[in-house]
């Protein structure tokens, strides 16, 4: 929200009080803790009145600071909290200096330090000035008493999923520095440009498509192109000016009377997401088939045990490996969405079907939401037993927007968890390996009462977080650790332990498969390790142009699924090139598996994701900071997608660095080339720029059909360029997601020697064939 009327005028309406002088400073082991006044105090007069601000500074992990500014203590805090990964004093200590000029906390090799005489503070890392804030940064904005009409409107559209109005009395701001030529990142899936300077922000999930400010999974945090990171512990509506009411900082709002924010100490945007990450939970592990190929019945379409067997069918003769069915809403009958029941007219025994799935060696997914229809089964149901969100005179919600008469399962309630799991276990029972749970955006926020007496505004963001960790919870506890995947669409900040996420509703063209990829990126630096699309777009239907681009696209994103709305997305209805397009690169990503499952538990150990922003590895050279059309596929893939009906490739090999330019390696068609430009070729469609960076390794192994397979056995490694005095190395990990095998090569003096290690119960003497090839 934007306050200011330029620089020096507040908008009418509003009375801002700025942070000033801190009147008094007093520290603990772990604190340093301030009375912060709207004026430097000259006479006993003046503390008479306020507003003043008490500020903690604290930190209890290395490199982590929390800074919490407070108004008025006496407010009911009803919840619901972000669950964060905090460390106790006894795990570690900050070290804090006072002098005569300031007083500083120093965490790890992160600090802060503010100043005495005026309001001034600094956060560094390795002494380096990382932001801050001084004069007009920190401050309490309240509504004057005198409210003109233009400021009663409501803030947006007046329905019972908005943020309401009368919720707007008081905010609470704070303003952080940029330096010239700094980006700004994250704030989770927007489709806005992926730079997100000169935008506002509203952190406030909606279901508005791709092509909208709107977001499915808005995340308080972003990080800089300057390596650092910011996490506002809010899931109310937080409210971002980024290098726009004030050019040079990054504004944050939150309503009421408390702003609590982290401050992650790094010189590098790994470094940050893995602090992220520690705090707010890592990304679990996919088990290795979501990584292969899904298609689904699409959204409207009709379809039944017929329709869904010659597609699967279809894709075995043409031989195009297929890992996972999935099956869409009408699974269920309409109007009855969710019952959790099998629409028996289409499929009279869903029992023996999934097991003939399983039989060709297919998973299966079935679709879910919360919201249960008037006319499903589950209704009166839960109605009776109290599983549903409430009003405040003790109805149960409902509306008609998606199915009539339909209510939502309150997540706070135990028994509501309880009784929606056992209708997921039940279908576990019967064959189903995961679910996509869709929707939770439109969360109602007036007249709402949940069992655990949770806000209703900050349950609108937060709601998806429940929703997710109730049924991954199920999956996890049924099929195992590492066993467990969603395909989910809403999201919070923590929403990233319960994978996989996918872009929702995109169209069928190209602009919106760049939209995509922009909202992925974004997503991938907040801290989600996965990212998934419909390929070839999700409403309309594609040209068959756009069917082949999006094929790779897809299939070079961490998971891929065929996926549509009032069409069916079985490559023979575009056009057979089709057909040897998908097979093409769906057999390219099963002979990577060795390389991208070892990525995939990489992601799960740091934080960092697989599919990243050239900024990510690459802020060093200038060139990556905006790119947003190319990424890092894990460490040592660069991938291009093709955005245009020419079928030209257009992307920037990065600098090593120390500056050398190195050279990368084509992995489709073998070409060479060096880093440091820019290049722009046409590419058949059996070709999508990925370039093996030099100095690494890339595993290939002997896939056949199945994404689950030995990947040691047979396998070739690659090593690509590797420089005098440089090394590589490239790690195996089995199903189990168990390190069993490690790949190194040294350049020393022009000569490449290899070396390998085993783990676990892996010996010498039961080592598998493998191939060693030098580029």
Same mark, same amino acid.
């Given at each position: 929200m934007i306050f200011s009327d330029g620089f020096w005028l507040t908008k009418n309406g509003y009375d801002t009080n700025y942070a000033v002088h801190a009147y008094e400073i007093k520290t603990t082991k772990n604190e340093i803790k301030l009375l912060v006044t709207p004026a430097k105090v000259e006479n006993r007069g003046m503390t008479l009145a306020g507003p003043n601000l008490e500020i903690t500074y604290s930190s209890t992990t290395p490199d982590v600071i929390k800074t919490n500014i407070v108004h008025y203590k006496g407010t009911v805090d009803h919840g619901p909290h972000f669950t964060l990964q905090e460390q106790t004093e006894a795990t570690f200590l900050p070290i804090i200096t006072e002098t005569d000029e300031y007083v500083e906390l120093v965490s790890g090799q992160t600090a802060v330090r503010i100043m005495k005489d005026t309001?001034?503070?600094?956060?560094?890392?390795? =002494?380096?000035?990382?932001?801050?804030?001084?004069?007009?940064?920190?401050?309490?904005?309240?509504?004057?008493?005198?409210?003109?009409?233009?400021?009663?409107?409501?803030?947006?559209?007046?329905?019972?999923?908005?943020?309401?109005?009368?919720?707007?009395?008081?905010?609470?701001?704070? &303003?952080?520095?940029?330096?010239?030529?700094?980006?700004?990142?994250?704030?989770?899936?927007?489709?806005?440009?992926?730079?997100?300077?000169? &935008?506002?922000?509203?952190?406030?999930?909606?279901?508005g498509g791709t092509c909208t400010p709107q977001s499915y999974k808005s995340i308080p945090f972003y990080v800089s192109s300057r390596g650092y990171g910011v996490f506002v512990n809010t899931p109310d509506k937080v409210s971002y000016e980024v290098a726009s009411d004030t050019v040079s900082k990054v504004s944050f709002t939150v309503p009421g009377e408390e702003l609590e924010y982290f401050v992650f100490g790094s010189d590098n945007i790994p470094g940050t997401?893995?602090?992220?990450?520690?705090?707010?939970?890592?990304?679990?592990?996919?088990?290795?088939?979501?990584?292969?190929?899904?298609?689904?019945?699409?959204?409207?379409?009709?379809?039944?045990?017929?329709?869904?067997?010659?597609?699967?069918?279809?894709?075995?003769?043409?031989?195009?490996?297929?890992?996972?069915?999935?099956?869409?809403?009408?699974?269920?009958?309409?109007?009855?969405?969710?019952?959790?029941?099998?629409?028996?007219?289409?499929?009279?025994?869903?029992?023996?079907?999934?097991?003939?799935?399983? %039989?060709?060696?297919?998973?299966?997914?079935?679709?879910?939401?919360?919201?249960?229809?008037?006319?499903?089964?589950?209704?009166?149901?839960?109605?009776?037993?109290?599983?549903?969100?409430?009003?405040?005179?003790?109805?149960?919600?409902?509306?008609?927007?998606?199915?009539? =008469?339909?209510?939502?399962?309150?997540?706070?309630?135990?028994?509501?968890?309880?009784?929606?799991?056992?209708?997921?276990?039940?279908?576990?029972?019967?064959?189903?390996?995961?679910?996509?749970?869709?929707?939770?955006?439109?969360?109602?926020?007036?007249?709402?009462?949940?069992?655990? =007496?949770?806000?209703?505004?900050?349950?609108?963001?937060?709601?998806?977080?429940?929703?997710?960790?109730?049924?991954?919870?199920?999956? %996890?506890?049924?099929?195992?650790?590492?066993?467990?995947?969603?395909?989910?669409?809403?999201?919070?900040?923590?929403?990233? &332990?319960?994978?996989?996420?996918?872009?929702?509703?995109?169209?069928?063209?190209?602009?919106?498969?760049?939209?995509?990829?922009?909202?992925?990126?974004?997503?991938?630096?907040?801290?989600?390790?996965?990212?998934?699309?419909?390929?070839?777009?999700?409403?309309?239907?594609?040209?068959?142009?756009?069917?082949?681009?999006?094929?790779?696209?897809?299939?070079?994103?961490?998971?891929?699924?065929?996926?549509?709305?009032?069409?069916?997305?079985?490559?023979?209805?575009?056009?057979?090139?089709?057909?040897?397009?998908?097979?093409?690169?769906?057999?390219?990503?099963?002979?990577?598996?060795?390389?991208?499952?070892? &990525?995939?538990v990489k992601t799960h150990e740091t934080g960092v994701p697989m599919m990243r922003a050239m900024v990510v590895d690459y802020a060093y050279d200038p060139t990556c900071l905006p790119l947003d059309r190319q990424y890092m596929f894990g460490d040592n893939l660069l991938a291009a997608p093709i955005f245009n009906e020419d079928s030209m490739a257009e992307y920037y090999l990065p600098l090593e660095a120390d500056g050398t330019r190195g050279i990368w390696t084509d992995i489709i068609t073998g070409k060479e080339y060096e880093g440091g430009n820019w290049y722009h070729h046409t590419c058949s469609y059996m070709e999508m720029p990925v370039l093996a960076k030099p100095n690494s390794i890339i595993a290939y192994g002997h896939f056949e059909r199945d994404f689950e397979y030995d990947y040691l056995k047979d396998t070739e490694f690659v090593i690509y360029h590797l420089a005098e005095g440089k090394s590589a190395a490239c790690a195996i990990y089995n199903t189990n997601a168990e390190k069993i095998f490690e790949l190194t090569a040294i350049n020393e003096n022009g000569n490449i020697n290899v070396s390998h290690k085993c783990f676990g119960s892996l010996s010498d003497a039961a080592l598998p064939e493998f191939k060693v090839t030098i580029r």
């Open positions: 309001w001034k503070f600094s956060y560094t890392y390795q =002494g380096k000035v990382l932001t801050g804030g001084g004069w007009r940064s920190t401050s309490i904005i309240e509504e004057a008493p005198y409210r003109t009409a233009e400021r009663l409107k409501p803030l947006e559209n007046d329905t019972f999923f908005a943020y309401p109005a009368d919720r707007r009395s008081t905010f609470i701001r704070e &303003q952080l520095c940029l330096s010239a030529g700094e980006y700004i990142y994250g704030f989770g899936e927007k489709f806005t440009p992926f730079t997100k300077n000169g &935008q506002n922000v509203e952190i406030w999930n909606a279901d997401l893995k602090l992220y990450t520690d705090l707010t939970g890592k990304p679990a592990l996919p088990p290795a088939f979501t990584f292969g190929l899904w298609l689904t019945t699409s959204f409207t379409t009709t379809y039944d045990e017929e329709t869904i067997t010659s597609f699967i069918d279809g894709m075995a003769d043409r031989d195009i490996p297929l890992q996972v069915f999935h099956f869409d809403c009408f699974w269920m009958k309409e109007f009855e969405l969710c019952n959790m029941q099998w629409n028996l007219e289409q499929f009279p025994d869903p029992k023996a079907m999934l097991g003939r799935l399983k %039989e060709k060696g297919l998973k299966s997914c079935v679709w879910i939401n919360p919201y249960i229809a008037q006319r499903s089964s589950m209704f009166d149901e839960g109605v009776e037993g109290g599983y549903f969100i409430k009003k405040t005179n003790g109805d149960v919600f409902q509306c008609d927007l998606w199915q009539p =008469g339909m209510a939502i399962v309150d997540f706070t309630n135990p028994a509501a968890c309880k009784w929606y799991t056992d209708k997921l276990r039940a279908l576990c029972d019967m064959g189903v390996d995961t679910f996509k749970t869709d929707f939770a955006e439109r969360i109602p926020t007036t007249d709402i009462v949940y069992y655990d =007496g949770s806000d209703p505004i900050k349950m609108h963001n937060y709601y998806t977080f429940l929703y997710n960790k109730c049924v991954f919870s199920l999956l %996890e506890e049924y099929y195992g650790k590492n066993k467990a995947c969603l395909f989910a669409r809403s999201a919070t900040a923590g929403g990233q &332990q319960f994978p996989v996420h996918w872009g929702g509703d995109c169209s069928a063209e190209y602009s919106s498969m760049a939209e995509t990829l922009r909202g992925g990126l974004s997503l991938c630096m907040s801290g989600f390790g996965y990212f998934s699309h419909d390929i070839s777009g999700f409403e309309a239907t594609a040209t068959p142009d756009i069917y082949k681009r999006w094929s790779a696209f897809g299939l070079f994103s961490s998971h891929s699924r065929l996926h549509g709305s009032s069409s069916y997305r079985v490559p023979w209805l575009f056009d057979e090139e089709s057909c040897d397009v998908l097979r093409f690169f769906t057999k390219l990503k099963g002979r990577l598996m060795p390389y991208i499952f070892s &990525q995939a």
